[in-house]
């Protein structure tokens, strides 16, 4: 089964630092892209960045260059969103998704990591 | 950026038709426009694909198409399992961008 399974909730502190996970399988991970989204409480769905495995290419959007680091690991099919300081706006769910292989959808999603921020 | 303009809400009864409206500029709204559904505390799923192209397994009473710097939904034979929020999304400029979302009642 083709599937994204993504790391467990976190709750933080402000200024800390944190790494969240997706670790696809089923697939040849290196050969799809792997897209980070972020909904916020309540919130519509924000585009993050897109990473391809093989290579590390990496594209943020304007709103996320700087805020966050996307990378990957592809020995172990896992791809990677951090923060250097969280704060409590990071608080959030973030989903990690496949681009498909034959068009710009993103066709295979994880089940999201809630991020919780708060002193 | 600003992302694309979606009406909040839209409702309709079992067995009509609802339409679900995408506008951004030329830019935004090119030929790369993807359409998700989601269902409360769940993740997203892929309901159409370039524009109008729909996935295997995604009912064909889900339809879109586009129109200038406007992209459109429509989910005919409204069913109970479509109330949910759906989003607009494009591809452009190695980037993309999502509509502010809709969220589809079924009456």
């Known amino acids: 089964e083709v599937q994204l399974v993504q790391s467990g909730a976190e709750v933080k502190k402000p200024g800390e630092s944190l790494r969240i996970s997706c670790r696809g399988s089923g697939y040849s991970f290196t050969t799809y892209w792997i897209g980070w989204v972020r909904q916020m409480p309540g919130k519509g769905l924000e585009w993050m960045g897109i990473?391809?495995?093989?290579?590390?290419?990496?594209r943020y959007s304007p709103s996320f260059q700087g805020q966050v680091t996307v990378s990957v690991d592809k020995s172990i099919s896992t791809a990677y969103l951090q923060w250097s300081s969280l704060r409590a706006s990071d608080t959030a769910t973030y989903y990690c998704a496949r681009r498909a292989s034959d068009h710009k959808g993103m066709d295979i999603w994880g089940q999201g990591t809630t991020v919780t921020v708060s002193s | 950026q600003s992302a694309l303009t979606q009406p909040r809400s839209v409702s309709g009864s079992p067995g009509q038709s609802v339409t679900i409206s995408c506008t951004g500029t030329s830019t935004d709204v090119g030929n790369y426009v993807s359409w998700y559904q989601q269902h409360p505390g769940k993740a997203p799923k892929l309901m159409i694909y370039d524009v109008t192209k729909r996935p295997s397994g995604v009912p064909d009473r889900f339809s879109a198409s586009k129109s200038d710097n406007t992209a459109s939904l429509t989910i005919s034979g409204l069913q109970a399992e479509d109330e949910a929020d759906y989003y607009c999304?494009?591809?452009?400029?190695?980037?993309?961008?999502f509509g502010g979302g809709t969220k589809v009642t079924v009456l």
């Open positions: 999304c494009s591809y452009a400029n190695r980037s993309r961008l």
């Open positions: 990473i391809y495995p093989s290579d590390s290419d990496t």
